[in-house]
């Protein structure tokens, strides 16, 4: 048993690096590529706040471990569980290279669905629960754009029209604020996007019999929080490349517009509990404010190849989940 929670802690550990340098790297793009931040300043700096978000709460960590599926009652939820994993990590590479930004979140509860449904049957898959986390993680990129267009419009109403100043002006004026922003973007993203492994791992505690609750233990929390910030701290310069420069050309106030929005968005999601996805509100951010400042230099083939690929990502998770749970069960 102790063998198995070390593969088990292993796997989520791995999938929360890879975590921290795909995820993260939307978080610190847009201040990157206004000049805000260099980038070597801008791993270290979303590292450590990475670091310190996956800290202080755990309530999506629950909603992760628990809201799926029962791992008290599930059978073969060691198999269910590094076949989720394995998954998770595999489409995260394969984004990562072709430097899509996509779903840690949307791969993970994807492939935790598959792999439950393949080795326990579709009445262990908490339908309710994965439906409810679902429709956060569809309605999020949706809100994060209508907002995100209503703060920058907000914005340049107030202070470029109204205030009659000028653009470049309010850019130096913002780039310096992208600093601040850009730090809130990297503590909200490990405030959420860590507790995903930190439920997996739970999920694995209880399985096991190590404890009945889904109360996460202290040394569950550093070892993700280090993991991600680790993870961080390597960089992911394929999609800062692409949410930097190949959505629309960022400027500091947008950019700021664009991490402020997320921020609260994320935050929101913590506090109730639900685990979404960074990188779709991040992207979503970025081309509500874009389309504000300027609908016709957003990259819309851009934008549709991403979207398409968010769209995907859950069945496709599902359906690899699913037949790697086939094979690992051949041979235990």
């Known amino acids: 048993m102790l063998t198995t929670l070390i593969i088990i802690v292993a796997l989520a550990l791995i999938f929360d690096f890879i975590n921290g340098f795909h995820d993260?790297?939307?978080?610190?793009?847009?201040?990157?590529?206004?000049?805000?931040?260099?980038?070597k300043f801008a791993i270290i700096f979303a590292s450590v706040l990475n670091f310190i978000g996956a800290i202080y709460s755990s309530e999506v960590a629950k909603t992760v471990g628990g809201k799926v599926a029962n791992p008290a009652t599930i059978p073969h939820g060691v198999e269910i569980l590094i076949a989720a994993l394995l998954t998770a990590i595999i489409w995260n590479l394969i984004t990562w290279y072709y430097g899509i930004p996509s779903s840690s979140s949307h791969?993970?509860?994807?492939?935790?669905?598959?792999?439950?449904?393949?080795?326990a049957g579709f009445a262990a898959l908490n339908w309710s629960g994965f439906k409810e986390i679902v429709i956060i993680l569809v309605l999020s990129p949706i809100i994060?754009?209508?907002?995100?267009?209503?703060i920058m419009w907000i914005i340049r109403k107030l202070i470029i029209v109204n205030g009659n100043q000028s653009r470049s002006k309010m850019n130096r004026m913002f780039r310096f604020?992208?600093?601040?922003?850009?730090?809130?973007?990297?503590?909200?993203?490990?405030?959420?996007?860590?507790?995903?492994?930190?439920?997996?791992?739970v999920f694995g505690?209880?399985?096991?019999?190590?404890?009945?609750?889904?109360?996460?233990?202290?040394?569950?929390?550093?070892?993700?929080?280090?993991?991600?910030?680790?993870?961080?701290?390597?960089g992911g310069y394929?999609?800062?490349?692409?949410?930097?420069s190949r959505l629309l050309k960022i400027e500091p106030i947008n950019g700021f517009a664009s991490d402020l929005n997320s921020s609260i968005i994320i935050q929101t999601s913590t506090a109730i509990g639900m685990p979404l996805s960074t990188t779709h509100v991040i992207s979503s951010s970025i081309i509500g404010t874009g389309t504000v400042m300027r609908f016709h230099d957003v990259k819309w083939a851009t934008v549709s190849k991403?979207?398409?690929?968010?769209?995907?990502t859950i069945p496709i998770s599902m359906i690899l989940s699913f037949l790697i749970y086939k094979i690992i069960a051949l041979f235990v």
Request: proline share 2%; hydrophobic share 50%; glycine share 12%.
């Open 24 to 39: 993260t790297a939307n978080a610190i793009a847009t201040s990157i590529s206004t000049r805000a931040l260099t980038p």
């Open 107 to 119: 791969t993970l509860i994807g492939a935790l669905a598959g792999s439950v449904i393949s080795g």
């Open 144 to 150: 994060a754009f209508a907002t995100g267009f209503l």
């Open 306 to 312: 991403m979207v398409m690929t968010w769209i995907i």
């Open 205 to 234: 505690l209880v399985t096991l019999g190590y404890q009945t609750d889904l109360d996460v233990p202290l040394w569950v929390k550093i070892s993700a929080a280090t993991a991600m910030g680790l993870g961080t701290s390597i």
């Open 177 to 201: 604020f992208q600093i601040f922003s850009a730090g809130l973007l990297s503590l909200s993203h490990g405030g959420n996007d860590a507790q995903k492994a930190m439920g997996i791992m």
């Open 238 to 244: 394929r999609i800062i490349k692409t949410m930097g």
